[in-house]
């Protein structure tokens, strides 16, 4: 089964995007912000945050251009794509921490260059590694 052309187009445009725009973001990000002597990639987390929020949409098919559905459809995609997560612990503790506080919030810690650590519990806190 052939794709119509006009949605071949689409799905191209959108790939780019994607490819260029979003994980190029998060990819310079992370690579400024993460250097050995201390950097910290709070910024790159942020940016992945948005981006999962952005996949979730396409793959829920968000239609609300008040996003009415935003919780549902990241915590549905968190299910589906990022089964080692907890998906509420996600979408409460790091997106909208992230995103309306420039925080984490619950009993996350981001952590950065400490892959052992990636879901590990210490006292309260459950670390959460970017690589």
């Known amino acids: 089964m052939t794709m119509p052309a006009d949605l071949q187009k689409v799905k191209e445009r959108v790939k ?9 973001s998060i990819e310079s990000t992370y690579a400024a912000t993460s250097v050995p002597s201390g950097g910290t990639p709070l910024a790159a987390f942020m940016l ?9 949409g396409f793959y829920r098919g968000r239609t609300d251009p008040k ?13 589906e794509y990022l089964k080692t997560y907890d998906p ?3 979408y409460v503790d790091i997106r909208c921490a992230l995103t309306h506080n420039y925080s984490v919030s619950g009993s996350l810690a981001l952590t950065h260059q400490n892959p052992a650590w990636h879901l590990k519990r ?4 459950k670390s ?3 690589r």
């Open 67 to 79: 996003g009415r559905t935003i919780t549902a459809d990241y915590k549905a995609f968190v299910k």
């Open 16 to 24: 780019a995007t994607v490819e260029g725009w979003v994980l190029k």
């Open 122 to 125: 210490k006292g309260k806190w």
């Open 88 to 90: 509420v612990e996600v």
């Open 128 to 130: 959460c590694e970017l």
């Open 48 to 56: 992945l945050s948005n981006a999962i929020d952005m996949m979730a």
